[in-house]
């Protein structure tokens, strides 16, 4: 049998653990060592890349751009900080504190660290099991004890008395290998979202500019090259589009409140939603608490966003939008808000929001427009200037639809990265405490579907 659960347990100082596990503090089983950058810090360019808390996402990889860089002369210099292949690289202080990754394979010949990260390298331990244990809530939970100053950081002596579990070193390689099925899963969804995002990026180019063009035949969406064009105030498009103004294809164009016709008095936790920036800036409709009295909304009632408004955001984060869906909550725009209702026989509100999110003459437009203001921000008058190519509808149709099934394929891949990580964690929960045991040969056996 692969698995077995553990009957027999002894009290430690992190809790109960397996009676044949040893626990024993980092420094019995790992160097600890940082680094440092050369006066100044890192520079934007140079010989060899110095890492920092930045360089390590939440999910445990390596983010290399943007990298900083230090000379290969002060690489030379260091006596610490040098990254080698799997080695675990830790935050040692601010926001991110306990942030980990797994130095796989080096991004380059000659690496290093800045004075933010700790380089943890095990000997008697099996290294990838070293950094399962620091990602999970056994280690988190200590360092998180340990925080001190403001934006909170742990120092290499508080961390090198951090206690650390372990079975013995042919069961860690055998957890190892189980995580690392599951780490393989999550590599290869991340690979397909990569692919797919980048073939969102060129078709949007593409697509929005004419350049290519996509028609439906016997059924099919059929893709084909654009050779004619016209040149216009907003660059080339073909021959067939059009330019024109919001306005020409917009029934309402409107701008949220002012201060003075909503107060932060009248604001509630129940009543009519108002609808902010983070619901455009995340397309996500449901966040929020913010509402008015039904006697409020009667005041404000003509900035009532309906079902297929283009939502735009006008102050602060300028010129990012989302079409107001189907279902949401009845609500206003705050002031940092407008909506733009379309004439949907001659526009799609997607193909819009699309424009506005991705086309570079549209923000080009709205940043100047924006900045010619006072206070940096866009008024309905200003926006109903905006300039837009404009397709045939059913064209504006076939491109909301070319790239809605790319988004929803995307999202089919990040789902599945939830539940391989949902799977993580529950495993780890179990291994790593021993109350389940690997006791076989886990090739032999398929764990993952």
Do not use: C
């Amino acid at each position: 049998m692969m698995f077995r659960k553990e009957t027999e347990f002894q009290e430690t100082e992190i809790g109960e653990f397996p009676k044949d596990w040893e626990i024993k503090k980092l420094r019995e089983i790992a160097k600890i060592e940082t680094g440092k950058r050369e006066k100044g810090g890192g520079k934007e360019a140079g010989e060899v890349i110095s890492l920092g808390g930045e360089n390590i996402s939440l999910d445990g990889k390596l983010i290399l751009n943007p990298s900083k860089y230090i000379s290969k002369e002060f690489y030379n210099s260091l006596k610490s900080g040098k990254v080698k292949e799997k080695d675990i690289l830790l935050v040692k202080d601010g926001a991110t504190t306990g942030k980990a990754a797994f130095v796989e394979k080096l991004p380059a010949k000659e690496v290093a660290v800045n004075e933010h990260l700790f380089i943890i390298r095990g000997y008697n331990v099996d290294q990838k099991f070293l950094y399962y244990i620091i990602i999970s809530n056994i280690f988190q939970n200590q360092i998180k004890s340990l925080f001190h100053g403001i934006i909170g950081g742990i120092t290499k002596a508080e961390v090198e008395e951090v206690y650390i579990p372990l079975p013995p070193l042919e069961e860690q390689k055998r957890i190892v290998d189980i995580l690392s099925i599951i780490d393989s899963g999550i590599e290869t969804v991340d690979r397909a979202v990569a692919k797919l995002e980048g073939m969102k990026r060129a078709l949007l180019n593409e697509l929005l500019t004419g350049r290519i063009r996509v028609r439906e035949e016997n059924g099919k969406l059929t893709f084909y090259k654009e050779t004619e064009f016209q040149d216009t105030e907003i660059g080339e498009i073909p021959k067939e589009w059009k330019v024109v103004s919001l306005e020409d294809v917009s029934l309402t164009i409107r701008t949220g409140p002012f201060g003075s016709q909503l107060k932060k008095s009248e604001l509630s936790e129940s009543g009519i939603k108002v609808y902010t920036q983070e619901n455009v800036l995340k397309n996500d409709f449901s966040l929020g608490n913010l509402y008015i009295s039904y006697d409020k909304f009667e005041q404000l009632k003509n900035m009532e966003v309906k079902p297929g408004d283009v939502l735009l955001t006008i102050r602060g984060s300028i010129g990012y939008s989302a079409v107001f869906p189907e279902g949401a909550e009845r609500g206003i725009i705050h002031t940092n808000l407008a909506y733009i209702r379309v004439k949907i026989s001659l526009l799609s509100p997607k193909y819009l929001s699309l424009l506005i999110n991705y086309h570079s003459s549209i923000k080009s437009q709205l940043i100047t427009l924006s900045s010619a203001t006072t206070l940096g921000a866009l008024y309905a008058k200003n926006i109903k200037k905006i300039k837009i190519p404009l397709p045939p509808l059913h064209e504006q149709q076939k491109i909301v639809e070319i790239l809605s099934m790319i988004d929803k394929a995307i999202e089919l891949y990040r789902k599945e990265k939830e539940r391989l990580l949902r799977l993580r964690r529950g495993l780890m929960s179990v291994l790593l405490t021993g109350r389940v045991r690997v006791i076989g040969d886990v090739r032999d056996v398929g764990i993952v579907a």
